[in-house]
């Protein structure tokens, strides 16, 4: 049984930054690709950043781009998301996942339980 507690979330005012981490376990986390997703009341969950299971390879959506960076420490079981310049339009439940790829089309293979981001103008 895979275990991915994210952590890290909260409110945070327009340009400032948040990381958030993730812990796994159940599993050999350093064979798999790990991501990132967040959503919104009444859209679809979006894919924003992955990583490939040794680090080098990384993905992310282009809204994010510049401002958020992805890293995982294989030796910690956890996977982080670093976000900077944070807008408005940035605030949703993060998830973290373990997912089939680094690069698109990424799909979550197991999830955690979400983090709040909130982000004021």
């Known amino acids: 049984q895979v275990q991915l507690v994210e952590s890290g979330g909260g409110l945070v005012q327009a340009g400032g930054s948040l990381r958030l981490s993730c812990a796994a376990s159940?599993?050999?986390?350093?064979?798999?690709?790990m991501g990132w997703f967040r959503q919104t009341p009444g859209k679809e969950r979006e894919s924003v950043a992955a990583?490939?299971?040794?680090?080098?390879?990384?993905y992310y959506v282009a809204s994010v781009k510049g401002r958020f960076t992805i890293s995982r420490d294989n030796a910690k079981n956890t996977v982080y998301l670093q976000m900077n310049s944070l807008k408005p339009e940035d605030t949703a439940v993060y998830y973290c996942a373990e997912v089939n790829s680094d690069y698109p089309p990424i799909k979550p293979i197991y999830w955690g339980q979400g983090t709040q981001v909130t982000v004021s103008s």
């Open positions: 159940g599993r050999t986390f350093s064979s798999y690709a």
């Open positions: 990583v490939s299971w040794n680090g080098y390879s990384k």
